[in-house]
């Protein structure tokens, strides 16, 4: 008797070097997150010890956080309407562009606090499309049976970000300076888009609202119709 098909988490036909796609994406987007992380944390360092003022560093903080909470709802609603691959790409792109560009600047000797200011919250933004889209990807990818270690491995490398980012960002600044550490970053984007280059991730083919907001809106009534969940989300954002 014939082996049974592979089917995704999404009950898509998968073929039988799924894993080997997963793992292509996977290297290169974990790669991608790690420098990510590190160069947003050189440039908190910098701030910090550059301008000397603890109000300048938690705006240059608040800016690099708030762009990627506000426009989650936002990212979702796109990696739903758009092809995904496309998505993280631009998304790493355009992080990655922010950071070069900004290393360029401070390079040259133009990188006031206010071009900071500006670049962390740009940075932000392609970032709030980048993580529903990977989010979103992986249960096309990956057989049901296989989701649950999947999403494991992307916790542990966010965990690792989080835990080895202010460390390795620090020590680059510290090492190189902010050009060459904010230029780390972009290597980080184009290793991550070859490796989503060379993969294929399907489209969505569903029927949804003919606008992102009214998108976002049908989710929240789907969500109010869970009173745990909002309570969960409200908690989290809290």
Known sequence: TSSPALVSASGRSLAPNWWAVVALIWSGQAFSIITSGASGWAIIWHVTTTEGSALKLAIVMALSQLPLGLLAPLGGGAADRYNRRTVMIISDLGAGGMSLALGALAWLGHGSFALICLFAA????FQAFHFPAMSA????????????????LDQAV???ANIGSPAIGIALYTAFGLPYTLGLEFVGALLAVAGLALARIPSVEAEMPPTIMGQIREGWRALSANSGL?????????
Not at 122 to 125: H, I, P, V
Not at 230 to 238: K, P
């Open 158 to 160: 966010g965990s690792i």
């Open 230 to 238: 909002v309570s969960l989300i409200v908690a989290l954002t809290a």
């Open 122 to 125: 740009l940075r932000s933004c």
């Open 137 to 152: 990807a992986m249960p096309m990818l990956v057989p049901e049976k296989h989701l649950m270690r999947v999403n494991t």
